[in-house]
């Protein structure tokens, strides 16, 4: 963060403080005023990817809509807060803000706020395994939206489910939702979304083990988020390009292009992606025959997998690493990595992921 930024947020801090001490009578003005302040500057944090400043700025908001008493402004710092909880890889914390949120939403007979709470709602089961509950939440919100007429939150809904579906092994179902988004985007000469929808499309289509097909997604994908600036967005596709380069036969091509989206994800802190990254690293060094690399890498992947709460990916790299000790006829040792996988899918709800730990099993 810049000495600038730094100036600014500790005169927000101090305005604030000195109307809430002040002996003088409030003014109510001032204090909205401040709200409003607060807000944008905590966006700003947001954009620049300073994520704890981020959150640190909607929890003062939220303490200072309280003091407001406005309930659609409450709301509104919930969900914020909420977000930034995301954002900070504090998922649970996360799921407890836009419950409160919802309440709100739905006490105010607030459709567009009721609506945003759900996909939020969604997005935070979704980080936590929740599957079905993220489904659900995606169903709830995309009526609203369409009453509404909010194309934009339509499409964002339909594109979140189908993503689902793909995760939940219904990649051909995931297929039919994003065609009915894409020509949608398009129309709408919504070039970021349509980028993300390519590159869901893709992510189903590999899932359908079409790789040819999913790699020419991906590659539609790419030179759009090049042109929008999305580095973020521009390291998923990348990443995903090198996983199609694994199925293709190509998995020294897969490595340098993953390593490449490493250092990207690293100046990110981007811990989500790192992780995968990382895990995606250790496969393709297992596929080549290069063992003792693979389980360094597995063993950079685990502890943030471990640090960010997400037992999905855990449990997947679990099965892996068993898969590699499997191989070396070493089945004791994989017995016991498919076991403690079992253990973690049974505390979320992903029936897929759930199947296919059994069949790990069962095949040892």
């Not at 002996?23 to 994520?51: C, G, P, T």
């Amino acid at each position: 963060m810049s000495i600038e930024q730094e100036i600014s947020d500790l005169l927000l801090k101090h305005r604030t403080f000195a109307l809430l001490n002040s002996n003088s009578m409030l003014h109510l003005s001032d204090l909205v005023e401040e709200w409003n302040k607060r807000r944008y500057q905590a966006k700003i944090h947001y954009d620049r990817r300073e994520f704890q400043q981020y959150l640190d700025l909607s929890k003062e908001n939220l303490k200072l809509s309280s003091i407001l008493n406005d309930k659609a402004k409450e709301g509104l710092a919930l969900n914020d807060v909420g977000t930034a909880c995301i954002t900070c890889y504090q998922y649970q914390a996360a799921l407890d803000f836009f419950h409160q949120a919802l309440f709100i939403a739905q006490e105010l007979q607030n459709i567009q706020a009721e609506a945003a709470t759900f996909t939020n709602l969604g997005n935070a089961y979704s980080h936590l395994g929740y599957l079905s509950q993220a489904l659900e939440q995606f169903y709830q919100a995309l009526p609203l939206f369409q009453k509404m007429g909010d194309q934009q939150g339509e499409m964002a809904a339909l594109n979140s489910l189908a993503l689902l579906y793909t995760r939940l092994n219904q990649p051909k179902r995931a297929l039919l939702l994003h065609h009915q988004v894409l020509p949608m985007r398009r129309l709408l000469n919504d070039f970021s979304g349509e980028a993300i929808t390519l590159n869901s499309i893709g992510f189903a289509y590999s899932a359908l083990e079409q790789p040819e097909l999913a790699l020419s997604y991906f590659e539609q994908a790419l030179p759009i988020q090049k042109a929008t600036r999305n580095v973020t967005a521009e390291a998923t596709t990348l990443n995903n390009i090198a996983s199609t380069y694994c199925d293709l036969g190509h998995p020294q091509k897969a490595l340098l292009l993953y390593h490449q989206v490493l250092l990207t994800r690293k100046a990110l802190n981007d811990r989500a992606g790192e992780a995968a990254t990382l895990h995606n690293i250790a496969f393709t060094y297992n596929l080549l025959g290069n063992r003792q690399e693979a389980l360094a890498f597995y063993d950079q992947a685990i502890l943030l997998y471990r640090e960010l709460g997400d037992r999905a990916g855990e449990a997947t790299l679990l099965l892996n690493i068993g898969s590699l000790y499997a191989e070396l006829n070493e089945k004791a040792i994989a017995e016991s990595h498919y076991i403690h996988a079992q253990n973690l899918v049974q505390q979320i709800d992903h029936q897929f992921l759930a199947r296919k730990v059994q069949k790990f099993l069962d095949n040892l």
